[in-house]
């Protein structure tokens, strides 16, 4: 069998595998991404976070195309939840973070918006084939070199590469080769029923868009708007109460909708979808867990192979797509030769692991029923540990921005920054400026961030490159391009 070479080969075309896989690309690596299915395809995960839409999806190149798609524009999110009986609703652009033309992110069918992420990792030089089933890792000794997968006339095939990503989701066939276990908590064992109703009340303009997320006795609802008339409705129920859920779908949903008033309201004049894509009822266990470890040499975990947790914030295409941006500036920094897989790899796990702790331990305190919205605010900001004020904690730890990196608030400064950094670097190399790949491999840029590192940096572009600080004791920091790490130099 002949084994073809990349330098990454990414499995999975969700939001994480396209994202890893443009990201390394567009720094001119050679990556292959294998996708199971073929797309468009159906996926649950439809409300998105600013830091997604504003941050990595700029990042992308994609972002005036998901403003053209016509998705429905999500300003906040309409709670009627814990002890206050009416609706509260938050709204993302009191954050100074994501003010002004950041302050909304989309509701999006997935098989469109995946597709247009995954369409765009082709434009970006990803060799992607689709309908091709990953099974295997192959291994020499304590490293992962490649994948063995099957193609669409089911034959096996093998490629070698110098890092594998597993991007394959919560049915990952692959994250247990990366170490140790799916680690599931013991706190959030709820299963979610859910399907799709057409005409359905809408919230009051201008909050029409936001996401509707109703508790009552046996869970919560979410009511996410699709289209002026489609409405996606999911009843998240407690373990205790899975039988619930169980026997006939159509009758148990229905049920579950007369339990709750409200949700029992926005749905009176409404009637479920019964064919196409949204005609079936469908049932996920949303078990949340954690891999023990993200990572080993050559391999690495993004997105829902590496955790999951409790979907009643619309994390997880958040930490799919920010694991995706940390594992590509990771492997980028390491094929550009500037620093070692140890160290980046590490700093990818740690940044990783302190978003989806923000998440997860908010999400324990948020599930205490007895308590208003004021109490959750306050639980934000010491989860969040910072400076603003308790709603600003809440809204920045939700809307996906609270690790404070500039990649995820101010990407389109970013996008500023790295033409004036090319154009500078362009002018140190003594180079035309047409091509921006080749200069980055340069001897001379690599000088430049090895050995000037931030203050080099500091000096190019003047005081709209300062530089973040690392989240970490003796951690990292990012390039002004958003697309590798670099060490830190305190000026
Ligand atoms: P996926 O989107 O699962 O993509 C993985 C891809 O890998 C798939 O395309 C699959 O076909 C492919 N694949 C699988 N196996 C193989 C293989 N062997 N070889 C090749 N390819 C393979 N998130 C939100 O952001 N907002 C929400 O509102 C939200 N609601 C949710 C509600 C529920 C009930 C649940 C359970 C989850 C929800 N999520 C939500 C989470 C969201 O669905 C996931 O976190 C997100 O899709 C993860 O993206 P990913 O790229 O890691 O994986």
Redesign the pocket.
């Known amino acids: 069998m002949s084994v073809e070479e990349f330098d990454v080969v990414v ?7 396209s994202t890893v896989a443009s990201l390394v690309a567009m720094q001119g690596h050679r990556v292959l991404l ?4 073929v797309f468009p ?1 159906y ?7 600013p830091a997604t839409v504003h941050g990595v999806c700029r990042m992308l190149g994609v972002s005036d195309e998901l403003a053209a798609a016509g998705f429905p524009v999500k300003r906040g999110g309409t709670f009627r939840w814990g002890a206050r009986p009416e609706p509260w609703t938050f709204h993302f652009g009191i954050s100074a973070k994501m003010a002004g033309s950041t302050s909304h992110a989309y509701q999006v069918e ?1 098989a469109r918006f ?1 597709e247009i992420l995954l369409n765009n990792a082709k434009r970006k030089g990803v060799v992607v084939r689709e309908g ?4 295997d890792v192959v291994e020499d000794g304590e490293r992962v070199t490649g994948l063995r ?1 099957t193609d669409p006339d089911g034959t096996e095939r093998e490629v070698s590469s110098r890092f594998v990503i597993d ?8 994250h247990s080769k990366v170490g140790g276990k799916r680690n599931y908590s013991e706190f959030f064992r709820s299963l ?1 029923l ?1 399907g799709y109703f057409e005409g359905g009340k809408r919230l009051p303009a201008p909050v029409s868009g936001n ?1 509707l997320s109703v508790a009552f006795d046996s869970g919560w609802f ?1 009511y ?1 708007p699709l289209s002026d008339t489609l409405t996606s409705v ?1 009843a ?1 129920v407690r373990r205790e109460d899975a039988d619930k859920i169980q026997g006939d779908q159509e009758k148990a949903l229905n049920a579950l909708i007369a339990e709750c008033p409200l949700i029992s309201e926005y749905l009176a004049d409404a009637t479920r979808v019964t064919t196409g894509k949204y005609g079936e009822l469908r049932v ?1 266990k ?1 078990y949340s867990y954690q891999q023990t470890t993200f990572w080993r040499p050559g391999m690495v975990l ?4 590496a955790c ?1 947790v409790d ?1 009643v914030f ?7 797509t920010y694991s995706a941006l940390l594992a590509a500036r990771s492997i980028n920094s390491v094929l550009a030769g500037e620093l070692d897989e140890k160290t980046v790899l590490t700093e990818f796990e740690a940044r990783y692991r302190r978003e989806y702790g923000v998440f997860y331990e908010f999400l324990v305190s948020f599930y205490q029923m007895n308590v208003n919205e004021e109490s959750y605010f306050w639980q934000a900001k010491k989860v969040t540990r910072n400076q603003n004020t308790d709603i600003e904690s809440f809204v920045e730890l939700i809307g996906g921005v609270s690790s404070g990196e500039t990649a995820l608030t101010a990407a389109d400064r970013i996008a500023e920054r790295s033409a004036e950094f090319a154009a500078a670097v362009d002018e140190m190399a003594g180079g035309d400026g047409d091509n921006m790949v080749p200069m980055f491999k340069s001897h001379v840029v690599k000088q430049a961030m090895q050995e000037a590192g931030q203050v080099q940096m500091r000096a190019l572009l003047g005081q709209d490159a300062e530089p973040e600080l690392p989240l970490f004791p003796n951690g990292l920091v990012t390039s002004p391009d958003g697309m590798r790490w670099l060490p830190y130099h305190p000026a």
């Open positions: 499995a999975g075309g969700g939001p994480g595998g294998l996708e199971k299915e395809r996926q649950i995960g439809e409300s998105l976070l997935r995946d091709c089933s990953v099974v997968y991007a394959s989701g919560n049915k990952s066939r692959l979610a859910f996401i979410w996410i999911g998240v996920r949303d993004v997105g829902d192979a999951f979907p619309s994390s997880g295409v958040h930490l799919a």
